[in-house]
């Protein structure tokens, strides 16, 4: 498949485009092949998925999905015979495993709060990055390099180095477990990443366009709204996909910060319990469903991350 | 329409003096031309002007109003950029309708006029093609329609044809001066280069190291330069300077010169001894067997029309302008005389011009 892409002036030996050919397809296989994987298991019934050897053919089944979006409680087999007949599919495939649906389960809030937090530290990040990079960018800012070099300097270390005085701070100050708590240190986080990428970005614009507008009669906001932010959009969108990345996977922090009301669907997912152990399907059908959006951000976004990560390497 | 008067215009950046005092006023409807080399201050003037930059001290009247410190969108000033500045986002009606747009005109009323502008420009056919797809000349004309398109007190132009090749620049500066002779705005353009400015400006201002070296109209800025600078700085081949140690007396018409007397200008100031310089316009020199001022060719350099001949002396090498009727073989020893009512005479230590019969009614011509 990558043979026919091959598409330089130079055209390569026919060994070689095979070779590289075979180096793409391996390494898409390595990559692929575990998230096949979890699609695969998300659709297998619980004694499939761990059963050994590992089937690949098997008969799919929906009990991962219904099993992660529900809680059930086993029943007696009296108790079962004595229920009117079942309502509907997942009732049906529920009562197969002697159980009765209790109610749903924290899939769905959990889901919610990793949107609320991911895309609302998403967006502050670039929002707030946004203005520091054109105000960096565009103004005679005090110590400008020595600000810039502390912004940089919070990368400097792992962030979760910092994790036991954050986990201090944040029960002192009551942001333990909240989305307000994860939203800030989500975006405490990615911010020094969006005011470096974007003040790239925006050193790149000419600062005749917001001349020739306030030339005009615009304000200096109006011009950068109207002027400076369109021509910006290609850097805007390629920081959006890194802050939301690093955001929707965050992992050790959610785990460490959030337990109940502010959790976020990864330190959620592994801790999906059925009977005797992991429910491996389950896990499986919520790690699927959570690299929905994640995936459509990206396609969404992708020509300007392509665009982002390689600007300023070639002038138009 | 409107005059421009500068006072005592003062800029520092830091330690940096970008424009040392200047004063000048720009008479309304005139083509004025700051012109000097890279960093003389002539862009950082132009840009205190529109208001992009505050001056540390000193005034600005546009129209007699004082704009100083006003935000350049309370200026009514329009300004040409060297890169265009175009909106990238927006095609070409939106880019000349954009200064209508910004200050809240009705929608049919900027229609109007973008299709005016367009048709004085010759640019209608573009008005719905991106800029991104123009070519340069057309991009300059769409920088001009959005700055004529609102009529303005005064437009600034910022190097406007840097960006063009030589012979599309000509044909924009005739473009230039004849839409400038149409709308009859006050104009001013900055440039480095002096051909530009000697063929659209009615004023010209030579800057150099901040200051303005001199004032005046084309004519006057070639014939009769105020410093060594000036003379140096326009004119292609510049001006030869022949340096000399002697004194000047008023009256005198002509000075001694390691022993041959050249005449000169009727000199109208008295100098103790010390070292001058002699200036000499290319074309102010002929070929003179009996003249004392005696030299070997160096090289000459044909030009069609006429040659550039470069002659050794005892006062440096000398560039003259000859026809080309005359054959001039390199290494041949010539004389060399001038035409001597136009040479200048220059105080050699601060390079000011010395005044002799030169100036006379200079002042208002």
Redesign the interface.
Known sequence: MSASTANSVVEPKPWARRLAGAAVVLYALITIVPLIWIFLTGFKTPPDSISYPPKVIFEPSLEGYVNLFTTRTRQTAEYMASLPPPENWVERLVRDRNMVIAGPSKFGERFLNSIIIGFGSTFLSVFLGTLAAYAFSRFKVPLKDDLMFFILSTRMMPPIAVAIPIFLMYRTLGLSDTHLGMILLYTAVNISLAVWLLKGFIDEIPKEYEEAALIDGYTRLQAFVKVVLPQAATGIAATAIFCLIFAWNEYAFALLLTSGTAQTAPPFIPTIIGEGGLDWPAVAAGATLFLIPIVVFTILLRKHLLRGITFGAVRK | MAEIRVENLLKTFGDFVAVAGSSFTVADGDFFVMLGPSGCGKTTTLRMI???ELPTSGAIYLDGEDVTFN???Q?D???V???F?L???MNVRKNIG??LK??GRPRGEIRERVEETARLLRIDHLLNKPVSGLAGGDRQRVALG?AIV?RPKAFLMDEPLGTLDAEFRNLMCEELRSLHDRIEATTVYVTHDQLEAMSMADKIAVMNLGFIEQFGTPQEIYDRPATMFVADFIGSPPMNFLRFQGALSPGATAVRMNGAEIAVPELREARAEGELALGVRPEHIRFDADSALRGKVFETEYLGTNQIVTVETDHGMIKARMRNDSRIVAGETIGLSFLSERLSLFEATDGRAIKTALFDGGRHG
Do not use: N
């Open positions: 529109a208001g992009l935000r350049a969108s200026r000033i329009a300004f950029f060297q890169l500045a909106y990238p986002h954009f200064p910004c200050i959005r609102r």
